[in-house]
């Protein structure tokens, strides 16, 4: 008797009324919704506007849900063109089947159109993306739950997948949950990306690529253990020699991006900056005026000098207008404080020159004086 497993739902699709509402189908919705929301989150912090990220999803999604379905179409043609199989259902997405690698390469193609019509680098939109995807596969991953779906090697674990259909060949039991699996190995690819990047200052696409290697690791040793029918190539799975050739892609990627073009971009959105730098703008402009003013301060201190020195100068000629005139400029550069001291200063000047004046004058006239005693002896 088992004490512990993963149930299986018993049906996958709900009906209101006539709309059928399919698990496969929410968990791929909500993994879009969750993937953009992050991937803005992140856009905006490098500096791009608010709404970018989903305006070049409406591109990127479409592609990449055609991209992903027609790699499952191609790589397991014959459950749709094979004897007594109908055709028409290789366009029931609804019912399952999208390969991550197609719905990555196709959506990138979307992506770019998007990118290409804002004037954006591809690059710099992937490495804000990257953690998002890896969330949205990990959310999307449950919808193969909900389908009883790409499960395992039979296990007794305690996390044993409890398999209840018997349709298309399953056979029920308890087998390893690869989807749930696959679902926490993505987060944690979301976590080592985020924290890579705020580390390392990822970018040019290198975010982006390693999202892709990391998941390539954990989807090579997660494909090898599940059990569907799938081509095999020298006795691996080929979802496992892609995920090898993906991987080295990925990381040569990297080495040589890091080579070339280190650091990050500077700008990932052009004008997304301008409303933002009008603003700091203003903000210092309000502290421009006292910045100004101490700037100028010791300049101006230096002309009060220089003004009280010529002041001082005039005043030692005897000229009480020219020290006053020389006063006053440097009063009205220096404000009501400035002024005050200045006159101050002319007129203890003018009563310094009034001083030495009649100082002068008394001694002129003595020596006038001494002449006229002078010339009375000599006559």
Known sequence: MELAYIPSPSHGVLYLGPV?????????????????????????????????????????????????????????????FSAGRDWVDAFKVWEGGLGIWGAIALGAVGAWIGCRRR?????????????????????????????????????????????????????PGYYHPTFLYESLWCIGVALLVIWADRRFKLGHGRAFALYVAAYCVGRAWIEYMRVDDAHHILGLRLNDWTALVVFLLAVTYIVISAKKRPGREAVVEPGADASGDTAGAETDGEDEPKAEAETESPEKNAENSADVGVGKGAAKTGSEDESAAAAKPSGAKAGTDAEGEAEADADAQAETAQEAEAEAGATAGGVKKDEAESAGKKR
Do not use: M
């Open 119 to 171: 004037g954006i680098p591809l690059p710099a939109y992937a490495d804000a993306i990257a953690p998002g995807i890896a969330l949205a596969q990990a959310i999307g991953r449950w919808g193969n739950w909900f389908n009883q779906e790409l499960y395992g090697k039979e296990t007794d674990l305690p996390w044993a997948l409890h398999i209840t259909s018997s349709a298309d060949g399953r056979v």
């Open 20 to 80: 059928p509402l399919r698990g496969y189908a929410f968990c791929i919705i909500i993994g879009v919704f969750v993937a953009v929301w992050l991937g803005n989150r992140r856009w905006v912090a490098r500096g791009g506007r608010v709404g970018t990220v989903a305006d070049i999803a409406v591109w990127a999604v479409p592609f990449g849900l055609v991209g992903g379905r027609l790699y499952h179409v191609i790589t397991d043609y014959e459950l749709y």
